[in-house]
C-alpha cells in the first residue's frame, strides 16, 4: 500500500528564514504527492502536487517542494517564511484516493 | 461560494447515543469523502462516495454509515457512540476520486462522553 511518513511533528523557524517540512514516501510505481494546509479551526486547502515532470513543483503562498527519487522525499519548503504561514502541513500520496501523513506543526516565530 | 457545507460545527454526544453528521457541496463534484482527524494520527479516510449511487469503505470504517443522499450531499452516522469517536471529522469533495484537489469543509468537532 501506498504510504507517506512525516517524521517531524512540529517544525519551529524565524520569519525570514528558509522553512523545510519533511515528508518521504513508500510507493510502487509513479509517485503521485501533494502537500495541504490547514489553518486554525479551518478544513485543509490543497497547496501543490507533484504527477511527473520537473522535481521543483511550485504552489500557493509561495510554497514549493522538491521530489527526490533517490531518496523517497518530497520536502515542503520556502525562502522565507512568514508567521502567517504558522498551520498544519500534511502530505499525501493518491492511491486510487488520497492517503495522509500525521501532519507537520509549522510555527513561525516573529 | 459556499463550497462543502457541514453541520453541526460541534456535538456533545453520551455513549450509545445515535447522530448524523451532514455534508453538503455545491460545486457539482462527483466524488465525496468523510475523513477524521486525531491528534498524532493525522486524517484517516473513514468511507467514501466516488459518483452518486456508491460508497465504499475506507481505512477506518467500524462504527460509522453513510448515505450518498444525491450528488450533493453525503452524510455519515454513528449509531451507537463510543467514546473512541470523538474526533474531528470533515467532510470533502473532488471532480472525480481520482482527482488530486479535494475541498474541505471545516470540519464538526465530536465528543462522546
Known amino acids: 500500500a501506498q504510504s507517506v511518513a512525516q517524521p517531524e511533528d512540529q517544525v519551529n523557524v524565524a520569519e525570514g528564514n528558509p522553512l523545510t517540512v519533511k515528508c518521504t514516501y513508500s510507493?510502487?510505481?509513479?509517485?503521485?504527492l501533494f502537500w495541504y494546509v490547514q489553518y486554525p479551526n479551518r478544513g485543509l486547502q490543497f497547496l501543490l502536487k507533484?504527477?511527473?515532470?520537473?522535481?521543483l513543483v511550485k504552489g500557493s503562498y509561495g510554497f514549493e517542494a522538491e521530489f527526490n527519487k533517490s531518496q523517497t522525499s518530497f520536502h515542503l519548503k520556502k525562502p522565507s517564511a512568514l508567521v502567517s504561514d504558522s498551520a498544519l502541513y500534511f502530505c499525501?500520496?493518491?492511491?486510487?484516493?488520497?492517503?495522509f501523513g500525521t501532519g507537520t506543526r509549522l510555527q513561525v516565530f516573529p | 461560494n459556499a463550497g462543502v457545507t457541514q453541520t453541526p460545527k460541534f456535538q456533545v454526544l453520551k455513549t450509545g447515543q445515535s447522530m448524523t453528521l451532514q455534508c453538503a457541496q455545491d460545486?457539482?463534484?462527483?466524488?465525496m469523502y468523510w475523513y477524521r482527524q486525531d491528534p498524532g494520527m493525522g486524517l484517516r479516510l473513514i468511507y467514501y462516495s466516488a459518483s452518486e449511487g456508491t460508497t465504499d469503505k475506507g481505512e477506518v470504517p467500524n462504527g460509522y454509515n453513510v448515505s450518498r443522499l444525491n450528488k450533493r450531499e453525503f452524510s455519515l452516522r454513528l449509531e451507537s457512540a463510543a467514546p473512541s469517536q470523538t474526533s474531528v471529522y470533515f467532510c470533502a469533495s473532488s471532480v472525480l476520486l481520482v482527482d488530486e484537489k479535494l475541498f474541505f469543509g471545516s470540519g464538526t468537532q465530536l465528543s462522546v462522553l
Open positions: 507533484y504527477i511527473t515532470g520537473d522535481n
Open positions: 460545486m457539482n463534484h462527483n466524488s
Open positions: 499525501a500520496v493518491r492511491d486510487g484516493k488520497l492517503i
Open positions: 510507493v510502487s510505481g509513479n509517485p503521485y
